[in-house]
């Protein structure tokens, strides 16, 4: 399934209560879409979440459904590079 990065921009900072965190996943999973990771910015003002997704669309429409900005949403891929040597790992 496709990959997606989404930076979300919030005029105050933000807190999630577990029962809210639910309420987001109900949501998402009715539109199939699937939350994998977030980071949040040092000021609590901005997120950027990683989520899988069958398109944009799905994604603006649970942002839209849980009442949260999606204000850029990209397409991504995995990167993985390959292991450094172990000789690099000593020095």
């Known amino acids: 399934m496709p990959l997606y990065l989404i930076e979300r921009n919030f005029a105050d900072q933000l807190e999630v209560s577990p029962e809210a ?3 987001i996943i109900r949501v998402n999973d009715d539109v199939g879409v699937r939350w994998l990771y977030s980071f949040l910015s040092a000021d609590k003002k901005k997120t950027y979440c990683l989520y899988e997704a ?3 669309e799905p994604i603006r429409e649970a942002a839209r459904r849980n009442g949260l ?5 990209v397409e991504v891929g995995e990167l993985r590079p390959p292991p450094l040597p172990a000789d690099l790992l000593s020095a």
């Not at 900005?69 to 949403?73: N, Q």
């Open 21 to 23: 965190a639910a309420g």
């Open 54 to 56: 069958p398109g944009i």
């Open 69 to 73: 900005p999606a204000d850029v949403v």
